[in-house]
Antibody
Framework: QVQLVQSGAEVKKPGASVKVSCKAS????????LHWVRQAPGQGLEWMGI????????NYAQKFQGRVTMTRDTSTSTVYMELSSLRSEDTAVYYC?????????????WGKGTTVTVSS | SYELTQPPSVSVSPGQTASITCSGD??????ASWYQQKPGQSPVLVIY???ERPSGIPERFSGSNSGNTATLTISGTQAMDEAEYYC?????????FGGGTKLTVL
């Protein structure tokens, strides 16, 4: 079955960087885009960006431009999201989600999320 | 930037019909999707392409989209449907989420 398995929880200090991984299985990795979405405690969903695993092209939400980097490793069917210059407001659950592009552009499978805590 | 607006909360009695709206400029010209999220869980896709249901989603979930408003309708609402619901659209190569609607079944 289609699965997205994310890396474990992280605790970081302000100013540091965090790199979260998302390993895909159960489908052809390069056939679907991957999104990153975060959710701060008690808040709604916030889209961070998207990566095309086939060629590695990315598109980031304007809010995160210059601070986020999404990459992929096709040999392990894994995508990565690195967020730098962390601040307390970045404390959130970070989700990867498989994207169906074309007619509709929606996310049909989600990972379980990775909790990132930013605290001094 | 594009915005989607949802009511913060909707209440419904068990067995009745719940309607959750999502408003955005000319939203009917785009496709809307809906996600259900229960506390402590990841979001789950319940409607895509305005009105399509993924496999495994009960028939009581339906959707429509016209003009400036997309609507998620849950017929014969059950206690298990109590959750947060988010609409989503694609605009200018970016994903936009609504703020979410807490559905209470009481």
């Amino acid at each position: 079955q289609v699965q997205l398995v994310q890396s474990g929880a992280e605790v970081k200090k302000p100013g540091a960087s965090v790199k979260v991984s998302c390993k895909a299985s159960g489908y052809t990795f390069t056939y679907y885009y991957l999104h990153w979405v975060r959710q701060a405690p008690g808040q709604g969903l916030e889209w961070m960006g998207i990566i095309n695993p086939s060629g590695g092209s990315t598109n980031y939400a304007q809010k995160f431009q210059g601070r986020v980097t999404m990459t992929r490793d096709t040999s392990t069917s894994t995508v990565y999201m690195e967020l730098s210059s962390l601040r307390s407001e970045d404390t959130a659950v970070y989700y990867c989600a498989r994207g169906v592009q074309g007619e509709g552009n929606y996310m049909d499978v989600w990972g379980k999320g990775t909790t990132v805590t930013v605290s001094s | 930037s594009y915005e989607l607006t949802q009511p913060p909360s909707v209440s419904v009695s068990p067995g009745q019909t719940a309607s959750i709206t999502c408003s955005g400029d000319k939203l009917g010209d785009k496709y809307a999707s809906w996600y259900q999220q229960k506390p402590g869980q990841s979001p789950v896709l319940v409607i895509y392409q305005d009105s399509e249901r993924p496999s495994g989603i009960p028939e009581r979930f339906s959707g429509s989209n016209s003009g400036n408003t997309a609507t998620l309708t849950i017929s014969g609402t059950q206690a298990m449907d109590e959750a947060e619901y988010y609409c989503q659209a694609w605009d200018s190569s970016t994903v936009v989420f609504g703020g979410g609607t807490k559905l209470t079944v009481l």
